[in-house]
């Protein structure tokens, strides 16, 4: 049966780190998936998760020396809030707020400097997000995203207030879960050989047969691949159709390799979690053959679509 999980992931806070929940799986079902979008205009970060043509003005404030705010993320507070030493960084560092009106930027101090997507550095960033999450909801900001100063953070909360609090509004008390679902495509096929009539002939005929078998291999291929992409759509789409009743949204991601046929997030309510939970574990528990990796909760990386325009201070 699945179990949930949050396994350690070495990848930038764009997709979503892994907790795992259990193995379901996979494809695309026609449901819409629902991404907030906000583009912001006047900010003045310093970032390297910023357009590559900033990354060689960070290179330049960096061999300037000075200090600089890390920012994680984005969250609804009007009063300034603490989160403890658990900053980026080889000490970790203070992670506060900077607040403006209702909503606050959840930041720790950092030299300015370039920050690597090592695993030490993303799981970093990604444990302030999950300890922020807990209590309230959060915008998560790309990994290695530095201003240079508490003012141009400010001012990115001025100029993009209305984008941040709509984007807030939208995703509050929503969480973000992971599912992979993968097979032993061998062992799969040896089911189809055992189900499917023509293919099962063939097979025999292989077995026995003198001499040439190349089209008969070429028909068996052709007619085993035809047969796995639709086992493959079979299993995704009702799997999808069940977790469909459960969750606000959801979104396919492209498949890695070749045992993998879904990688999908959910988007689910904060008070439907252990719903959402159930039901993976009910479909897990009726797919024996099918490995289901579960992850989550995370913030909603994969529903939420902030670009920044990055631009250079006037004072820089």
């Not at 043509?53 to 984005?74: F, H, M, P, T």
């Not at 530095?146 to 001025?158: A, G, N, P, S, Y």
């Not at 759509?233 to 009743?245: A, C, F, N, S, W």
Request: proline share 4%; glycine share 4%.
């Amino acid at each position: 049966m699945p179990t949930r999980t949050k396994q350690a992931s070495a990848r930038p806070a764009s997709s979503s780190r892994t907790k795992s929940k259990t193995p379901v799986p996979v494809e695309a079902t026609k449901r819409a998936s629902k991404t907030v979008s906000a583009h912001v205009e006047h900010a003045k970060p310093v970032g390297a998760a910023a357009a590559a043509e900033n990354r060689s003005r960070l290179l330049e404030d960096v061999e300037a020396g000075g200090q600089g705010k890390y920012v994680y993320c984005i969250v609804r507070s009007d009063t300034p809030l603490q989160f403890g030493r658990i900053g980026i960084g080889a000490k970790p560092t203070e992670v506060r707020s900077i607040n403006y009106k209702d909503i606050a930027a959840v930041v720790s101090d950092t030299p300015l400097q370039v920050y690597d997507a090592t695993r030490e550095n993303v799981l970093a960033h990604e444990s302030v997000n999950e300890a922020v999450m807990k209590s309230h909801t959060v915008i998560p900001m790309s990994f290695a995203t530095v201003f240079k100063t508490r003012e141009d953070i400010l001012e990115l909360l001025r100029s993009a207030y209305d984008a941040f609090h709509d984007v807030l509004t939208k995703m509050e008390d929503k969480l973000e879960f992971g599912l992979k679902v993968l097979w032993e495509t061998p062992e799969i096929v040896r089911q189809i050989e055992t189900e499917e009539e023509d293919i099962r002939r063939l097979k025999t005929e292989l077995s026995s047969q003198k001499g040439s078998t190349y089209f008969a291999r070429v028909q068996y291929d052709r007619l085993v691949t035809a047969a796995l992409e639709a086992r493959s759509d079979r299993y995704v789409r009702g799997i999808m159709d069940e977790l469909r009743d459960v969750s606000v949204a959801s979104r396919w991601n492209k498949p890695i390799g070749d045992k993998m046929i879904l990688n999908a997030a959910f988007l689910v309510s904060r008070d439907k979690e252990s719903v959402f939970d159930t039901k993976v574990k009910e479909i897990g528990a009726r797919h024996s053959k099918l490995n289901f990796r579960y992850t989550g909760p995370w913030p909603p990386y994969n529903f939420v679509n902030i670009r920044l325009k990055l631009e250079r201070a006037k004072d820089a």
